[in-house]
């Protein structure tokens, strides 16, 4: 049997903008059918089918009080649940579930700082983003804890040439994980097992010379 995914995408949002700010809202609604997805059973793949509906809204916006500075952060809010969707061999309604692996929230702000040395341009970044708890499986029985990660990194053009480069990733090496066991849906326990993180702390220098 052949299964059609079919998703309906509704989306509206308002931008505003100037010298020194801007400002972006957008809000969407999304209905899934047909969605796919293979859950093993006793050792057995099962196929199970069906939808979700999601809704949300995103917002992103940036000022520059000074010059050389620039501060931005984006938020986004998302509701994404299961709709006629059976698991475990069509013996479970998942619906109203939230679906696998989604935040509701997620929040990122991020800056910018821009200075003339003279000799060289430098430029020194950075951002903290916070990712809200999710779940691995429609059963929602595997959770994925929320965390926060911190970021920052300079960068240098020398000339017309060179361009030197060191980045901090993680830097308050936050424990995170991206995605749990995709395989075995509800069928591990309580807790996380089999669960992907995301790197610990780690700098990283570069230099690169153009042509």
């Known amino acids: 049997m052949d299964i059609v995914a ?37 050792g057995a793949p099962i196929r199970n089918i069906g939808g979700a509906r999601t809704y949300g809204l995103e917002f992103e916006g940036q000022v520059r009080p000074i010059q050389p500075l620039s501060i931005g ?10 709709r006629d969707f059976f698991v475990n061999n069509g013996t479970i309604d998942a619906s109203g579930n939230r679906v696998q692996r989604q935040p509701r929230w997620q929040v990122r702000g991020y800056w910018t700082y821009d200075q003339d040395l003279g000799f060289a341009q430098a430029s020194l970044f950075g951002s903290v983003t916070w990712l809200g708890d999710r779940f691995e499986d429609q059963q929602n029985l595997q959770p994925l804890p929320s965390y ?30 991206t995605e749990g066991n995709p395989r ?3 069928g591990q326990g309580s807790g996380v097992i089999l669960a992907r993180p995301i790197l610990g702390r780690s700098v990283s220098f570069s230099a690169a010379y153009k042509f």
């Open 6 to 42: 079919r998703i309906d995408t509704v989306e509206a949002g308002v931008k505003y903008s100037t010298r020194q700010i801007a400002i972006f809202a957008t809000a969407f609604y999304n209905d899934f059918d047909g969605l796919g997805n293979t859950q093993i059973l006793d």
């Open 73 to 82: 952060a984006n938020v986004t809010y998302l509701n994404a649940e299961y």
């Open 148 to 177: 926060t990660k911190l970021d920052l990194g300079l960068s240098v053009d020398v000339g017309d040439h060179f361009t030197f480069q060191v980045t901090g990733d993680n830097l308050t090496d936050s424990h995170g994980l």
């Open 184 to 186: 075995l849906l509800g």
